[in-house]
């Protein structure tokens, strides 16, 4: 919005200081800081709110070292995220740029979904929440709406460098293939046996399956004060950092990597995403003050999943949302494991000696007697370091 009136108000009447909106390291900027005031002044009285409608979270006691004093403190608290990431990109981003449309939907998409788990957990008195097929459906819908919309707009473009500042425009399925110096690798190889018109489905599927792994990863991962919300800031700033020299001639130049033409834009988003984690992560540090519930971590993790695919970063994933990853498989060993153990040897064998203490992997350090602030913080620090070496990858190939 403020883009468009200052653009128009430089153009019009040349407004001295107008034309500064047209640099996206301004208005990420600005992005940054409107989102830190917002989480700041919206998310003080969300939570009184919260609190006055008892909206407060219902603790299973599983014999964790400081469980039972989270009882009752406030959940739903993704809504402070959700303001504190639209209101910024309303105000700062390009609104006709086919990315921060994509972005916006998911956002929206995906608070939905969580909404409605939270919802019938804290209204319905229901601990299982929706139930898992409609969380799918949901998660599908949106892969296919991403999918299609990256294969079939014209707004979308893709950009090989050839050298000597000439560029090609390549398949909109090419992606980035990490650590290889030929780092392509073009999607439509998997559906070359298919009608030319269904070259899309094995893309499309692809998608799916990110954003429903993602979503749920950091799903899995909010189990302890400020993980969620901390880990989900570090991927934040890498893909800024990453959709910034996308988007820009002339480092992918320098840099060999595609261009992709208007992401640029998609910086102010992860700014204001940046913004919003940050700023809610004021209220749900160690001792958390609010939760932030499904509505904000399904949010988190569909939302970095757009990120990825729209910047052709998705194969990166398993190392940029390594917590989320080592979070999501630790659940699947468990399980895996114990079904193993009591088909060879017993349910009650298979009770004792299962392979974690407990999942997610942050619960089984805390039954080891590590507290949750310092598990949290050397999570983050493997963030960060997972985060820097998606970063070199740049280079290193």
């Known amino acids: 919005m403020l883009y468009s009136l200052f653009d128009f108000l430089h153009r019009t009447f040349d407004l001295p200081g107008a034309g500064v909106f047209r640099y996206i390291s ?29 909206i407060g979270e219902t603790i299973r006691d599983l014999g964790l070292q400081g469980q039972s004093q989270k009882k009752g403190t406030p959940t739903m608290g993704g809504f402070i995220i959700l303001a504190s990431l639209l209101i910024p990109v309303l105000l700062f981003a390009r ?50 709406i991403v999918g299609l919309v990256l294969y079939y707009s014209d707004a979308v473009e893709v950009r090989e460098f050839l050298g000597n500042g000439q560029y090609v425009d390549v398949s909109k399925l090419t992606t980035t293939v990490p650590f290889l110096k030929s780092n392509q690798i073009d999607y439509g190889i998997l559906g070359q046996f298919l009608p030319e018109s269904l070259a899309w489905v094995p893309y499309v599927f692809i998608c799916i399956f990110i954003i429903t792994a993602v979503s749920n990863g950091a799903n899995i991962t909010d189990g302890i004060d400020g993980l969620a919300a901390g880990t989900s800031a570090i991927i934040g700033l890498a893909l800024a950092i990453l959709a910034y020299l996308s988007g820009n001639k002339i480092f992918a130049e320098y840099l060999n990597i595609m261009l992709i033409p208007n992401s640029g834009e998609v910086v102010i988003f992860c700014a204001a995403f940046l913004g919003a984690c940050i700023g809610f992560l004021w209220y749900n540090a160690y001792p958390a003050q609010v939760f932030m519930g499904d509505t904000g971590s399904l949010m988190l993790g569909g939302v970095i999943a757009t990120l990825a695919l729209v910047l052709r970063k998705e194969l990166l994933i398993p190392v940029l949302c390594g917590i989320f990853l080592i979070e999501n498989v630790s659940v699947m060993l468990q399980v895996a494991y114990f ?17 974690f203490l407990m999942s997610p992997l942050h619960h089984h350090y805390q039954k080891k007697g590590y507290h949750e602030a310092k598990i949290v913080a050397r999570f983050w620090i493997v963030g960060i370091i997972l985060a820097v070496l998606c970063l070199v990858t740049l280079k290193l190939r």
């Open 26 to 54: 301004f208005r990420a900027f600005a992005a940054t800081i409107v989102s830190l005031l917002i989480a700041a002044i919206f998310g003080h009285r969300l939570i009184n709110l919260l609190r006055k409608l008892q």
């Open 95 to 144: 609104l006709d740029n086919v990315y921060i449309i994509l972005l916006i939907i998911s956002t929206i998409w995906t608070s939905l979904i969580g909404f409605a788990d939270d919802y019938i957990k804290v209204f319905k008195k229901d601990k299982e929440g929706l139930k898992g097929r409609f969380k799918v459906v949901g998660q599908v819908g949106l892969g296919l």
């Open 339 to 355: 079904k193993y153990q009591k088909r060879k040897r017993g349910i009650e064998y298979a009770r004792e000696n299962r392979l």
